[in-house]
């Protein structure tokens, strides 16, 4: 998996580093932290995502591409908020 240096991915970056997309449901949107700054998943919703390991967590986490967060959490969830569903490679 490659190593991404923007915390806010958008759609169009994420697919010139490797050439597929994710997909995945929200299927746990509760519990958003108190410091947490920007979009949230509704549940039930697909989103294209990208699945990075974290450096400072020591876990993958879920990057929804095109939202926008700030530190700490940026656009960032745990696995346990999505049910990954299908990868589109896009040859």
Do not use: I
């Amino acid at each position: 998996m490659p190593k991404y240096e923007v915390a806010n991915l958008t759609l169009a970056e994420a697919t010139r580093h490797a050439p597929f997309v994710d997909y995945a449901r929200c299927v746990d949107a509760s519990q958003r932290p108190y410091n947490h700054v920007g979009h949230w998943p509704e549940e039930g919703q697909l989103y294209p995502v990208r699945v990075v390991d974290s450096h400072t967590e020591g876990m993958p986490l879920v990057h929804v591409l095109g939202f926008e967060g700030e530190a700490p959490y940026y656009n960032a969830y745990a696995p346990h908020r999505f049910e990954m569903l299908l990868t589109v490679w896009l040859n």
